[in-house]
């Protein structure tokens, strides 16, 4: 095959509220604006984000629909390491956001929290030795609601 993908270029996530995800994705994962989109009627309604360090953007959609349907789904994990799990923990307690503890993954560990409109964000940090078996649900990640998280905790 000749054809190839040679990376990510964005993640869009649906909102119902742009100017506090906006606020809010800024706070807390440090987003960089890009670029903003207007609609037809002139108004804004989406934005782009650089995610810095991640080489890629991460985009917010307006539309409450959309938004309340993706609730509590798990769409995608950025990357850290085990050490950047620790600075997350920290980082989030700091702000005041409510995050699961980190735990054993598939291929290493993992941390969530979630958006504004419930999306849970994952944070991952591999580890190519670390494979748990994937049967069962003791000690191993599932995307499930949050871990430690009612639900209802969004910072």
Known sequence: MTAG?????????????LARSR????????LELRTS???????VRGMAFDVPGAGLQLA??????LA????GADPFALQ????????????LDALGVPHS???RASTGHVMGFLDPDGLQIRLYAPDDGDHAVQSGRAGTY?????PGLDGGGRG
């Open 142 to 146: 599932r995307p499930d609601p949050v």
């Open 37 to 43: 989109f207007e609609d037809d009627d002139g108004v």
């Open 68 to 71: 309340r349907a993706l609730s």
């Open 5 to 17: 993908v040679s990376g990510v270029h964005h993640v869009k996530i649906w909102v119902s509220d």
């Open 101 to 103: 503890p980190v735990v």
């Open 23 to 30: 606020s809010w994705y800024e706070r807390v994962l440090g």
């Open 60 to 65: 917010l959609r307006e539309n409450p629909e």
């Open 80 to 91: 850290t390491t085990g050490e950047g799990l620790d600075a997350w923990a920290a980082h």
